[in-house]
């Protein structure tokens, strides 16, 4: 029986749409993923034959596939219930506060992100503002290192800008996995950030679930093999010197490590110096806190917009200068199963008090060679000899002080960093910057510190004041 159908025309476009979304979803949408994710998977191949350090497939693994790898993970879920328990509420509404904070911690790695945009974008900043230097390179102790290990760069924290600085000149060793604070949570910027690779941390939470869920994020991590960059400082310094080791995400790393696993963890330290630090005022102006409160920062973006404007002036007008160098150094590999083996323990089986203790030490002893790394600089040279002289200096007698510093330096095995390997240079290049900036006076020949200016004078000085030893020749 032939019966004929009648329908409106907006009825068939609609019947039409639902059969091409049909037809695109069961046929081309998964042909196009597989092709996209065939040519990913390429060139994160080709990728790994030139990094130093390969990209590992946990890194590569779908985020959500994470979240649920971790939800499920059974100190996780103890965690939960005791929290349920602890504030009286349903199991459920504690498990679905443990997906937020995974779905807050887990990144959502993209190489085409990460070494496209990320790394070329890193590159494109630090170089308009310094001129970037590698100081000790140590090439050969990190090629050395076992692939099969996972590598943790070090860090001192100076700048924000050592997340950009160190992602651009490592660019060629891996892909770096940061732990970034609450700073970076804005909108737009958190999703480039997570895509690159980096997990959000909460610096200053004290909710225990919570701290289990990045612990077991970042054991998962560690174990993987992924390379991950930390700063134990856990903050920006605030008056130049490095700060005591926050030992929280290297105790996470380092708990549950079993020496006799194929892979062992490698700690590379990594020192970062400026000739200028872009936020050294606002950093400065929390130095003299000592109520024992951790100084919240109150950005003026009038201020920050008045900066810009003032170097797009200085761009235009051609007067403006790059601020000075930015150097990097890295360290000697640390082996955490060397380190163990000659301290003769086993980490997992030893009491609280005593993990507590070794984990301290070994926080100590990353940081002291943190400190060994930190480059020389022009302006912090230069700072040091004005801040400790009784009176205004000539240039002769500036260049005479520096270059005994220098010596001094050398001897205790530290790197200076002298551009183009002339001394005379370098100092001039230090005095500039700090003339430039009205950190010194220049009068009658001589130099001298701006008294207004000490406290920043000091920040830079701070940065290399550990490297001098006490015996040190100088004759200030």
């Known amino acids: 029986m032939e019966t004929t159908v009648t329908l409106p025309v907006w009825g068939l476009i609609l019947i039409l749409l639902l059969a091409s979304i049909a037809v695109l979803d069961r046929l081309l949408v998964p042909s196009v993923r597989w092709a996209l994710r065939r040519r990913a998977n390429r060139a994160i191949d080709e990728l790994n034959t030139r990094l130093r350090l390969r990209i590992q497939p946990f890194k590569l693994t779908k985020r959500q596939v994470l979240i649920d790898q971790l939800l499920f993970d059974p100190q996780v879920i103890t965690a939960a219930e005791l929290h349920a328990q602890e504030h009286n509420i349903p199991r459920e509404v504690a498990m679905e506060k443990a997906k937020r904070y995974a779905r807050e911690i887990i990144p959502s790695f993209s190489a085409y992100a990460y070494f496209k945009v990320g790394t070329r974008l890193a590159r494109a900043v630090s170089e308009l503002l310094y001129r970037v230097r590698i100081g000790i390179a140590n090439e050969k102790a990190i090629e050395n290192i076992s692939p099969k290990s996972s590598v943790v760069f070090v860090i ?16 060629q060793s891996s892909a770096l996995s940061y732990a970034v604070g609450e700073w970076a949570q804005v909108f737009l910027l958190r999703s480039l950030i997570r895509s690159m690779g980096a997990y959000f941390v909460r610096r200053d939470s004290r909710n225990a679930l919570y701290r289990k869920i990045l612990a077991r994020y970042v054991e998962m991590a560690t174990r993987a093999g992924v390379v991950q960059a930390v700063f134990p400082e856990g903050g920006l310094t605030r008056d130049g010197k490095l700060r005591a080791p926050k030992l929280g995400l290297l105790s996470y790393m380092v708990q549950g490590f079993d020496p006799h696993d194929e892979r062992d963890v490698v700690f590379i330290p990594v020192g970062v110096n400026y000739d200028r630090v872009l936020e050294d005022r606002v950093l400065t102006q929390n130095a003299g806190h000592t109520d024992g409160k951790r100084p919240k920062f109150k950005p003026n973006p009038f201020i920050f917009l008045r900066f810009i404007g003032r170097q797009i002036w200085l761009r235009v007008t051609g007067h403006w200068h790059r601020f000075g160098y930015a150097c990097v150094s890295f360290g000697t590999p640390l082996s955490l199963r060397d380190y163990l083996a000659r301290a003769g323990i086993d980490l997992r089986t030893v009491s609280h008090h ?42 002769f007698e500036v260049k005479g002080e520096v270059f005994r510093l220098m010596s001094d330096l050398e001897d205790a095995g530290a790197y200076v960093h002298i551009p183009r390997e002339d001394r005379d240079y370098a100092i001039d290049v230090g005095l500039r910057m700090l003339k430039l900036r009205h950190l010194i006076t220049e009068e009658l020949e001589r130099y001298q510190i701006n008294p207004k200016e000490v406290v920043i004078l000091k920040f830079y000085a701070n940065a290399i004041a550990h490297l001098i030893p006490p015996d040190a020749k100088t004759a200030i």
């Not at 001192?156 to 660019?171: C, E, F, G, K």
């Not at 940081?367 to 009176?391: H, Q, W, Y």
């Open 354 to 395: 005593i993990r507590v203790k070794e984990i301290e030490r070994l926080g100590g002893e990353l940081m002291n060679a943190v400190g060994d790394m930190i480059p020389a600089l022009p302006v912090s040279l230069v700072a040091t000899v004005l801040l400790k002289a009784p009176r205004p200096l000539t240039l």
């Open 156 to 171: 001192n924290h100076r700048s924000n800008m050592d997340y950009v600085l160190v992602t651009y000149v490592a660019a």
